[in-house]
Nanobody, 118 residues
Framework: VQLVESGGGLVQPGGSLRLSCAASGTIFTILTMGWYRQAPGKERELVADITRGGRTKYADSVKGRATISRDNAKNTVYLQMNSLKLDDAAVYYC?????????????WGQGTQVTVSS
């Protein structure tokens, strides 16, 4: 499974962006999909994830500002972030959990840079 992210870039504080991540390759059943981020000198952290059935989870730092959604038919997950803050700057990574038979596998995208600056 390959995950390709898009939508990162330079955003002003208070601005918005929408990240997309599309899965391709040999796909069986993709369960949870999510977004993580890693800022320089910090550990990678969960931003938000969404189950195949649509149940969502958000980091406290983005609650009320982020919305995660997915299109199961397209194996794509989206992250809409509003009211961006300087602390939101990071490399954002897409993650997907796949079920193949009785085995679970996790996949990561290559990351997309989000820069928040005036």
């Amino acid at each position: 499974v390959q995950l390709v992210e898009s939508g990162g870039g330079l955003v002003q504080p208070g601005g918005s962006l929408r990240l997309s991540c599309a899965a391709s390759g040999t796909i069986f059943t993709i369960l949870t999909m999510g977004w993580y981020r890693q800022a320089p000198g910090k550990e990678r952290e969960l931003v938000a994830d969404i189950t195949r059935g649509g149940r969502t989870k958000y980091a406290d730092s983005v609650k009320g500002r982020a919305t995660i959604s997915r299109d199961n038919a397209k194996n794509t997950v989206y992250l809409q972030m509003n009211s961006l803050k300087l602390d939101d700057a990071a490399v954002y990574y897409c993650n997907a959990q796949q079920l193949s038979g009785t085995s679970y596998s996790h996949y990561w995208g290559q990351g997309t840079q989000v820069t928040v600056s005036s």
